[in-house]
């Protein structure tokens, strides 16, 4: 068993991790919304206004910072104003993007803000650019976030909601280089100016401004979207999902060998190649990173589960989706002094969940436990870290033996690391002194599970370690999670 050594060093002028960074997002898709969220006032299972309790309950002890809504590609076929009223008088519509199924417009703008605020988490909105107008939008803002007498003002009052919420966070159209409206950079960066204009600040309320950015390594499009609207927007979007051997998703979630295990591992890290080529970009617009880069869809995508409706993207999630979680997350805290937010994809019952439900019944998967892991680095500022990395190769393909990430706060060094080895445990070394707890995430295989008969096959222990003479030895088991806590 081989042991790698770190060393930590900590600097003062070093970057804090974005407590954003650990978000989520909901869309109106498959069973996200309808069963996952929201059930309905009358439903029988236990809920608070129609959202379920269990679902709050446990995506509460992830301190959620922001969730994203209503989509994704939903999002530019959303008209807010049939999400509105008492809703026996809501109009129907086609969700053409996801399902064809009809959307009864039960789940709106008075829905969504109430989870918010029974899940303590900041709402990040996102408007229709595609098939919705500018009017459309700038009255969203208005009815959501002004206190004034004012026609959006009143209506909203008179749909029950006295007091203005707040907006935090304000996307302008989505994916507009494709479900969104296939435009060019050139004509979407003009499109967002004049978008934006409209997107009023009220009753003391600030919107940070979120323009669509690039699907994966479209380099052209953050090129222009800088050159042309960088004084226009707080942040830049980035869309990059972990599909192995490229477009059209493909494979199982749950039924896979060593092989397709290390295709997603080395899919997830082009994460940070795409990192680094967008963020130089921008730091070539923008130097003092004004702007953040906000990685608002990441995540697995695999073949939908059989049994399942294609078109709503239900999956399974494993102990290689919380690997790959926990890549990520350590990538993004590489990049902590320009990424602002991301949100995986999705929170509910759609691609990478964190939860899934069957009908009155709720599993957490392994995901949902490295965000409960990770919580943590929420905060941190990132501590620089020295260790060689010994290279593997997996059926052919090469990867980094581990990921590792380490932050501090409030007196706690926490040290997060994922062994990407699907065959070999390791042991690190930690010159840290006193350990207050290691935490291990690993199941019997690395396809391990939750199920609905079997919800704890996959969660924390405590982990082992040994101290000796001021340094820690920790066990990483193959294809793990490990995080590590002490005082500092």
Known sequence: MSTLSVKFNPKSDAPTVNPNVYGHFAEHLGRCIYEGFWVGEDSEIPNTRGIRNDVVAALR??????LRWPGGCFADEYHWKDGVGPRENRPSILNTHWGRVVENNHFGTHEFFDLCELLDTAPYVCGNVGSGTVQEMMEWVEYISSDSQSPMANWRRANGREEPWKLPFFGVGNESWGCGGNMRPEYYADEYRRYNCFVKNYSGNKAYRIACGANSGDLHWTEVMMERAKDHMDGLSLHYYAVPNGWPPNGSAIDFNTKQWAEVMKAALHMGTLLEQHTAIMDKYDPEKKVGLIVDEWGTWFESEPGSTPGFLYQQNSMRDAVLAAIHFHLFHGYADRIHMANIAQTVNVLQAMI???GARMIK????WVFEMFKHHQGGQVVELEVEIPK????????PAISISATQKDG???TSIANLDPENDRVLELPIGEVSEVRVLTGATMTAHNTFEEPENVKPIAGSYESVNGVVQVTLPKYSIVTVSSKH
């Open 61 to 66: 002890e992830l301190d959620i910072p922001v």
């Open 356 to 358: 899934l439900t069957d």
């Open 365 to 368: 998967t392994p995901t949902f």
């Open 392 to 399: 593997i190769t997996v059926e052919g393909i090469e990867l």
């Open 412 to 414: 706690v060094l926490t």
